[in-house]
């Protein structure tokens, strides 16, 4: 039905400053990362960052660099069509399936396709779910 996958993305918490978002991507461009997804927000004055990548190792070793401790997380990512609707009937079958989802996040560019971001409280169900 969809191209659906268990990836792993990155999780930190850094100081909510201005220039920080810049000062993450950045890190990652040099080091030759390439972002699939992002999602950041601010809780507490501290800033939250889940970001797919397209080399984790990469990318955890040069934030680590500039002191950041970084996390894992195992999140289910599902290519749709960009349409509308498609991301309702995502969620309906998540929830028919009784699968709460914890977070989810994604984005489309316009050209056909949306990416979602989910995590679950059962990742392997999910994909089950959705394949």
Same mark, same amino acid.
């Given at each position: 039905?969809?191209?659906? &996958? ?34 950041? *927000? ?6 939250? /960052? ?6 984790? &190792? ?10 950041? &401790? ?6 289910v ?27 989810? *996040?994604?984005?489309? =560019? ?7 971001? /989910? &995590? =679950?409280?059962n990742?392997k ?7």
């Amino acid at each position: 039905m969809h191209n659906i &996958k268990q990836e792993t993305e990155l999780h930190l918490i850094t100081s909510d400053q201005p220039g920080i978002l810049g000062r993450i991507l950045g890190t990652l461009a040099n080091a030759g990362v390439n972002l699939k997804a992002l999602c950041s *927000y601010n809780i507490n004055n501290e800033r939250i /960052f889940n970001l797919l990548t397209s080399d984790n &190792k990469k990318a955890e070793k040069s934030l680590k660099t500039l002191g950041y &401790k970084v996390k894992t997380n195992s999140v289910v990512t599902v290519l749709i069509d960009d349409r509308i609707g498609a991301g309702a009937e995502i969620g309906a079958l998540l929830g028919n399936a009784v699968i709460k989802i914890k977070y989810c *996040y994604g984005s489309s =560019t316009g050209t056909g396709k949306a990416l979602l971001v /989910f &995590k =679950t409280n059962n990742n392997k169900k999910a994909i089950e779910t959705l394949s």
